[in-house]
């Protein structure tokens, strides 16, 4: 079992930065892949941002040159930096945790965070 517990979310007018913390309950040495993921109301969850063990990373094009995703080992944490943040960006804000064991893959969550956008 996995526990994820994020921080950071908060309200901010556009054009301001935020950064999300995602603090694992254990080494995150052992998670495959690690990623944010947001949703709107009203819409489905999409993935932000993800970086892999070995520390490559991926985004969504509408956040590309804004977020950078990044991960602390020795803190068993992942951040989000968000910046030049847009009304569009508002949502809640999930951290999750891809775990491969042997054969069997789990995605653990976080209870989320809420980012609202201020035009």
């Known amino acids: 079992q996995v526990q994820l517990v994020e921080s950071g979310g908060g309200l901010v007018q556009a054009g301001g930065s935020l950064r999300l913390s995602c603090a694992a309950s254990?080494?995150?040495?052992?998670?495959?892949?690690m990623g944010w993921y947001r949703q709107a109301p009203g819409k489905e969850r999409e993935l932000v941002a993800g970086i892999t063990s070995g520390g490559s990373t991926n985004y969504a094009d509408s956040v590309k040159g804004r977020f950078t995703i990044s991960r602390d080992n020795a803190k068993n944490s992942v951040y989000l930096q968000m910046n030049s943040l847009k009304p569009e960006d508002t949502a809640v804000y999930y951290c999750a945790a891809d775990l491969v064991v042997t054969t069997m893959r789990t995605i653990y969550w976080g209870q989320g965070t809420q980012v609202t956008v201020s035009s």
């Open positions: 254990i080494s995150i040495d052992s998670i495959n892949t």
